[in-house]
């Protein structure tokens, strides 16, 4: 049972205009959600997280938009950069018998196209 | 230098073999976890471990073990390997903060093929 899905394996978008990743949910003792970003040969690397009272969170290109109601969350980058292709995975975090858990959605390979 | 790295990087085995993947940090962190990361199913957590005398099964652990030899140090096994523990396995550390989740720093991983 997956709690955490990307619906979309990938997704193109040309350089210079917004990406927009998705990301639903089943669990709603998520409390914290996070996006991951992965190049090739390489591990996740943080990216930005959101808290379950919150709707939005910015970081510089990077808003991560929530709407708890629907389960859903999304990652938005503007302007997109050659530099932002990568698999980008959304994760949930709750607490599971008093221990922080990740549950990790099965990625978006983003391509910038020049 | 990497903070978090993993030996080997990649690795063929046969079915049966005993394996052993190894991670050591140099970010001092307490934390530190096992992922396997398969094609359509994401990162999924393996075991983890939040200091040397602490030891955790994540969600998918059968068939697997590990060892924490130190802080710097977290070992996994796979005693007997079978064709579909071929993935790419992850090593991470995180160090708790305030009531946030912690941010994981993750190795480069380790490519596994077990015929």
């Known amino acids: 049972d997956q709690q955490v899905k990307q619906n979309s394996p990938s997704l193109s978008v040309q350089e210079g205009r917004i990406s927009i990743l998705n990301c639903d949910y089943t669990n709603s003792m998520f409390d914290y959600f996070l996006w991951y970003k992965k190049y090739p040969a390489e591990g996740p690397t943080f990216l930005i997280s959101i808290s379950s009272i919150k709707d939005k969170n910015e970081d510089g290109r990077f808003t991560v938009f929530l709407n708890k109601s629907a389960k859903h969350l999304s990652l938005h980058i503007v302007p997109s950069q050659p530099g932002d292709s990568a698999v980008y995975f959304c994760a949930a975090s709750a607490l599971d018998f008093g221990n922080e858990k990740l549950t990790f959605g099965t990625g978006t390979r983003l391509t910038i196209i020049p | 230098d990497a903070d978090v790295t993993q030996t080997p990087r990649n690795r063929i085995t046969k079915t049966g073999k005993r394996i052993m993947l190894e991670c050591s940090q140099t970010?001092?962190?307490?934390?530190m976890y096992w992922y396997r990361q398969d094609p359509g199913l994401g990162l999924r957590l393996i075991y983890y471990s939040f200091d040397v005398k602490d030891i955790n099964k994540g969600e998918i652990s059968d068939g697997y073990s590990v060892s924490r030899q130190a802080q710097a140090k977290f070992s996994l096994s796979l005693e007997s390997a079978i064709p579909n523990q071929t993935a790419l396995y992850f090593c991470?550390?995180?160090?708790?903060?305030?009531?946030?989740?912690?941010?994981?720093?993750f190795g480069p991983g380790t490519r596994l093929t077990v015929l």
């Open positions: 970010k001092g962190h307490d934390r």
């Open positions: 991470a550390t995180s160090v708790p903060g305030p009531r946030s989740p912690d941010t994981q720093y």
